[in-house]
């Protein structure tokens, strides 16, 4: 088949294009885009769309890539148009970015698809035998739904002996036939006649449609019915009821018996008119059978045929006008939507196109499109009942995540009506927010000597952004820890924020420490903020005490005189230790354990000074043996022991062999004694009148013996870190005690002197005895005053 296809632009810059219907689905109708003056990328980028204006089906889709306008489906005009000579389909050319619209009319030309037929299989025809030549009988029209030359040009009739055809064109353009009487009919020789009509179309090839006349000879009725008003003028409103009657047409004719009685019947009725309305064909009146709808068709014309009961028939028109009702709500359609819309979005973003439609006409399609909660949107009208929706203010996903707007469309019809519809927005995330901590600092507090891996405390940041830009990731900020990097002492869990602990801590080398711990979160770019965590390392007693004093010295031991006239509770000696813990782990207690006379000694719990419990008395043993236990306050508590040798004598004379003092306390070393003991025998005279010519010598000279209990420990001398607390049982290191005695009384004197310091006597001015000595010799110092001694045996 071949056609053409026909455009023009009107003067107001719309578009017409003309097709011919039953065309394939693809065929290309027009190019679009030449005729806005745009190439196919413009049509992408503008976002271009055709819509059909109405609610008919779409026929006709825009090819976006070419710019080509191609049929869709197929186009039945016969079904769309029915027997109008114009059959226009109107489209709306949209495109976005700007707004534009133009108007789109697609002109359906006939083809000839539709053969003619004929209201009824059989033309019966009831002709008196008292016709005359040339007398005429109409014929029931062929109808056909094609149009122009597609529709119904010309009649034939079968070649009889008594009929010929004529053919007729009546006011409206409609052709119809007539048969005219050649030859009279005479009943007696034929009753019935029949014969072919044959209707023919003027299309390319031709298609025709036949009926059989059969005429059936009668007497004489020379009367046709005549209707009161050659056309009947009537108003419809759409949606009428079924069985609603539309008007009643009358013909009267003036012969008698069945010759003057009238029915009437529709003709020239296409098939969806046929569906809508029907005659009474004894009463005349045209009723409503179907649906009527004004935006379907506003106006319809019927045919109508009254005839006489020998078949003499008339013709008239009945022309119906459709009223409109407002029976249409407007429909909301969403053109174009940005959908999500990213939070930082600027007020007055445009972020969707909304077209409101009403098939009603005049003021039942007047409409107006409103917002109907309180949303940061609006619409603001553009082209012919097209809105832009708008943002009105800023978003913020982290308070609003998605809006549900209601969209309101109502008519001015009376009564007006509405429609809604709700479109759903959602808000997408921007990486806005940086983590927040849960708290402003953080404190842990962790037990020295703890296990490598095992947890300090944990930190949590929340970020309200979404996905990568809220999830959050821990780090430690580098420093340094006493002069060592900090990842060696601390790790983070990255995911967790678990702080792990990479080695054990020593309260001993430090007590606290500040690290920086850094959330970042995973956005683009990253935000981040820090807190700072305080760590504090908790003592355990991991410390046993430390003796200061007496201090062993190898295998030599201190002893230190007591006046034998010594008081009850006069102070004869100090046990000095010291803890490395603190608080109650370094409180430290003293106790006797052993002693050679356990009633002539005691010791302060927290203090370590040892004093006499009673008077001393000559029967008391010279030598005195104590052994002191030190122990702490934790738990468990730690404890550690010091032998504290004590010679009750007034005169270094009266001091024999020293050195056995040990014997009770080394049991183990006894072999290494008895050989010592052996070795000295040998020498213990050489040694005794040496030390009688000495004390005879100090006789002499009558000095005055001094007794120097005084213990100074420099500080150098203390483990390093040790609990400086008072009243804990631990001295501080300046702290020291005198013991003066004179050397012609049995009475001592005991006093305590203010602290020494670093420069105090320290314990080299002690009286000594080394091992490779052959003699035992004692160093006195006079000083005029003092006499300070400090024996060492070995």
């Known amino acids: 088949m071949s056609f053409f296809i026909l455009r023009f632009c009107g003067s107001n810059g719309d578009f017409s294009y003309s097709v011919p219907e039953e065309m394939k689905g693809g065929a290309v109708v027009g190019n679009v885009a030449k005729d806005v003056r745009l190439d196919a990328r413009g049509l992408s980028l503008r976002n271009a769309r055709i819509d059909l204006k109405g609610s008919r089906k779409r026929y006709c889709e825009l090819n976006v890539q070419s710019g080509d306008l191609v049929i869709a489906e197929r186009i039945d005009r016969e079904q769309i148009c029915g027997s109008k000579t114009s059959c226009p389909l109107k489209y709306e050319l949209i495109l976005e970015n700007p707004l534009e619209l133009h108007r789109i009319a697609l002109q359906i030309q006939d083809v000839n698809d539709n053969s003619p037929r004929f209201p009824n299989d059989e033309i019966k025809l009831l002709i008196s035998e008292s016709a005359i030549k040339g007398a005429r009988f109409p014929l029931d029209a062929a109808h056909d739904t094609d149009v122009g030359r597609n529709?119904?040009?010309s009649y034939s009739l079968e070649k009889n002996e008594h009929f010929s055809l004529s053919v007729q064109t009546n006011p409206d353009g409609v052709k119809y036939s007539e048969l005219i009487l050649d030859k009279e009919l005479d009943r007696e020789q034929q009753q019935d006649i029949s014969f072919v009509l044959t209707a023919i179309d003027g299309g390319s090839p031709p298609r025709s449609g036949s009926v059989m006349i059969h005429v059936t000879v009668l007497d004489v009725n020379d009367n046709l019915p005549v209707f009161s008003q050659p056309l009947y003028q009537v108003s419809l409103a759409e949606n009428s009821p079924l069985d609603t009657v539309v008007v009643t047409v009358a013909a009267t004719d003036t012969d008698e018996g069945?010759?003057?009685?009238?029915?009437?019947?529709?003709?020239?009725?296409?098939?969806?008119?046929?569906?809508?309305?029907?005659?009474?064909?004894?009463?005349?009146?045209?009723?409503?059978?179907?649906?009527?709808?004004?935006?379907?068709?506003a106006h319809y014309e019927l045919r109508i045929q009254a005839k006489d009961g020998s078949g003499l028939a008339s013709t008239a028109k009945v022309a119906i006008d459709i009223s409109d009702v407002n029976d249409n709500a407007p429909v909301i359609y969403v053109k174009s939507?940005?959908?999500?819309?990213?939070?930082?979005?600027?007020?007055?973003?445009?972020?969707g196109i909304i077209n409101v439609q009403d098939d009603d006409s005049e003021g039942n399609r007047q409409m107006r499109c409103t917002i109907q909660q309180n949303a940061p949107f609006k619409l603001i009208p553009s082209i012919e009942n097209y809105y832009s929706l708008v943002t009105t203010g800023e978003l913020d996903r982290e308070q609003v995540t998605e809006y549900n707007i209601t969209l309101i469309a109502s008519d001015e019809g009376s009564p007006p009506l509405s429609s809604s519809k709700?479109?759903?927005?959602?808000?997408?995330?921007?990486?806005?927010?940086?983590?927040?901590?849960?708290?402003?600092?953080?404190?842990?507090?962790?037990?020295?000597?703890?296990?490598?891996?095992?947890?300090?405390?944990?930190?949590?940041?929340?970020?309200?952004?979404?996905?990568?830009?809220?999830?959050?990731?821990?780090?430690?900020?580098?420093?340094?820890?006493?002069?060592?990097?900090?990842?060696s002492y601390l790790s983070i869990n990255g995911d967790t924020g678990v702080i792990h602990a990479v080695r054990a801590f020593d309260y001993e080398q430090f007590r606290s420490f500040k690290v920086q711990v850094v959330a970042r979160d995973n956005g683009s770019p990253p935000?981040?903020?820090?807190?700072?965590?305080?760590?504090?390392?908790?003592?355990?007693?991991?410390?046993?005490?430390?003796?200061?004093?007496?201090?062993?010295?190898g295998n030599s031991f201190m002893t230190e005189m007591v006046p034998k006239a010594a008081?009850?509770?006069?102070?004869?000696?100090?046990?000095?230790?010291?803890?490395?813990?603190?608080?109650?782990?370094?409180?430290?207690?003293?106790?006797?354990?052993?002693?050679?006379?356990?009633?002539?000694?005691?010791?302060?719990?927290?203090?370590?000074?040892?004093?006499?419990?009673?008077?001393?008395?000559?029967?008391?043993?010279?030598?005195?043996?104590?052994?002191?236990?030190?122990?702490?306050?934790?738990?468990?508590?730690?404890?550690?022991?010091?032998?504290?040798?004590?010679?009750?004598s007034d005169n270094l004379a009266e001091v024999p062999e020293l050195k056995d003092m040990s014997y009770e306390e080394n049991n183990s070393k006894l072999t290494s004694y008895l050989i010592i003991a052996l070795v000295s025998v040998s020498t213990f005279f050489l040694?005794?009148?040496?030390?009688?010519?000495?004390?005879?010598?100090?006789?002499?000279?009558?000095?005055?013996?001094?007794?120097?209990?005084?213990?100074?420990?420099?500080?150098?001398?203390?483990?390093?870190?040790?609990?400086?607390?008072?009243?804990?049982?631990?001295?501080?290191?300046?702290?020291?005690?005198?013991?003066?005695?004179?050397?012609?009384?049995?009475?001592?004197?005991?006093?305590?002197?203010?602290?020494?310091?670093?420069?105090?006597?320290?314990?080299?001015?002690?009286l000594q005895k080394h091992p490779l000595d052959n003699s035992d010799c004692f160093d006195f110092t006079d000083t005029g005053s003092k006499f300070s001694t400090l024996v060492n045996i070995f």
Not at 340 to 348: R, V
């Open 567 to 648: 008081l009850s509770g006069s102070l004869l000696s100090k046990v000095i230790a010291v803890d490395a813990d603190s608080g109650q782990n370094a409180w430290l207690s003293y106790q006797i354990v052993k002693s050679t006379d356990p009633g002539l000694f005691t010791i302060g719990l927290h203090s370590g000074e040892i004093r006499a419990q009673r008077d001393i008395s000559e029967s008391d043993s010279m030598k005195q043996n104590l052994v002191i236990s030190v122990k702490d306050n934790g738990q468990p508590s730690l404890s550690t022991t010091c032998a504290v040798y004590l010679v009750i």
């Open 687 to 766: 040694t005794f009148i040496i030390l009688i010519i000495a004390v005879r010598l100090c006789h002499r000279r009558k000095p005055r013996l001094l007794f120097d209990g005084a213990v100074a420990i420099p500080s150098a001398y203390l483990p390093p870190n040790y609990a400086d607390v008072d009243g804990t049982g631990t001295l501080r290191s300046t702290y020291n005690y005198d013991a003066y005695m004179t050397t012609g009384s049995r009475t001592s004197d005991f006093k305590f002197v203010q602290s020494y310091n670093d420069n105090t006597m320290s314990a080299a001015n002690t």
């Open 337 to 351: 939507l940005k959908n999500p819309i990213p939070e930082n979005a600027a007020p007055g973003t445009e972020v």
């Open 258 to 297: 069945a010759n003057g009685q009238v029915s009437y019947e529709l003709s020239l009725l296409g098939d969806e008119v046929a569906k809508l309305f029907s005659i009474d064909k004894g009463t005349g009146k045209i009723i409503v059978t179907g649906q009527i709808d004004f935006e379907e068709d």
């Open 151 to 153: 529709g119904i040009q």
């Open 422 to 487: 709700t479109i759903h927005l959602s808000v997408s995330d921007v990486n806005d927010n940086p983590p927040v901590f849960e708290e402003q600092s953080y404190s842990a507090y962790v037990s020295e000597n703890n296990k490598p891996g095992s947890s300090v405390c944990s930190v949590s940041a929340r970020d309200p952004d979404w996905r990568q830009n809220g999830t959050v990731f821990y780090s430690l900020l580098p420093s340094e820890v006493n002069g060592v990097a900090l990842s």
């Open 527 to 553: 935000l981040s903020s820090n807190v700072t965590v305080s760590v504090f390392i908790t003592d355990e007693n991991d410390n046993s005490p430390q003796i200061l004093y007496p201090t062993p010295e």
